[in-house]
């Protein structure tokens, strides 16, 4: 089974506060992706990332940063975080190539509160 | 502008009758369809697929139809059962295997009462 975990479930930050958001998966999957829940939105992509020190912006990056040196690890980085980036932020991780179905393994996601 | 959109953010239906949930695409490049079912306080967890190269795939009491010409698909849910009260996205990308993104809809919250 796949097990994609983040460090945290719930955080409650500050204004302008840095944020560090971390996923880990353990299935080897080339593929991570950082997204965030809001209602009526979906799932929005923030950003993702195909190899390690690669990243590609999704739909969403501005206020964000990312950071992948290891290849099961993907770190979403709130520079300086601001009100409306409270959210749910979701992780998820897929296979690269033959053998996808372009499914992706999410994480069980951090409830993210900025003060 | 939101390329995946499903338009009913809430459905209540009776345990043991059927749900139908809909999307919509705009975008003729999808070629590859996911639903996700979300529990509060859980991540996605991934429920049925369908190729557009077919127009229905089942899996037990899930059945999701595609209908190309419309950019239109539905998942059925039949019975349905209290446990299946959660929030369902529909998914979709395209290049199967390429690693591509998945472009996510606003999602459906069913409440199934007993």
């Known amino acids: 089974d796949v097990k994609v975990t983040q460090s945290s479930r719930y955080l409650v930050k500050r204004t302008g506060e840095k944020v560090f958001l971390e996923c880990v998966q353990d299935m080897d999957h080339e593929n991570m992706f950082w997204y965030r829940q809001d209602p009526g939105l979906g799932l929005r992509l923030i950003y993702f990332?195909?190899?390690?020190?690669?990243?590609e912006k999704g739909d969403i990056p501005e206020g964000y940063s990312v950071s992948r040196e290891k290849k099961e690890r993907f770190s979403l980085i709130l520079e300086s975080a601001s009100t409306n980036q409270t959210s749910m932020y979701l992780c998820?991780?897929?296979?690269?190539?033959?053998?996808?179905?372009?499914?992706?393994?999410f994480g069980p996601g951090t409830r993210l509160t900025v003060l | 502008d939101q390329q995946v959109k499903q338009n009913s953010p809430s459905l209540s239906v009776q345990e043991g009758r059927i749900s139908i949930l809909n999307c919509d695409y705009t975008n003729s490049m999808f070629d590859y369809f996911l639903w996700y079912k979300k529990y509060p306080a859980e991540g996605p967890t991934f429920l049925i697929s369908i190729s557009s190269i077919k127009d229905k795939n089942e899996d037990g009491r899930f059945t999701v139809f595609l209908n190309k010409s419309a950019k239109h698909l539905s998942l059925h849910i039949v019975p349905s059962q209290p446990g299946d009260s959660a929030v369902y996205f529909c998914a979709a990308s395209w290049g199967v295997g390429a690693g591509n993104m998945l472009t996510f809809g606003g999602g459906t919250r069913l409440m199934v009462k007993p």
């Open positions: 990332s195909y190899d390690v020190k690669m990243k």
């Open positions: 998820a991780s897929s296979l690269l190539g033959e053998g996808s179905n372009n499914e992706q393994f």
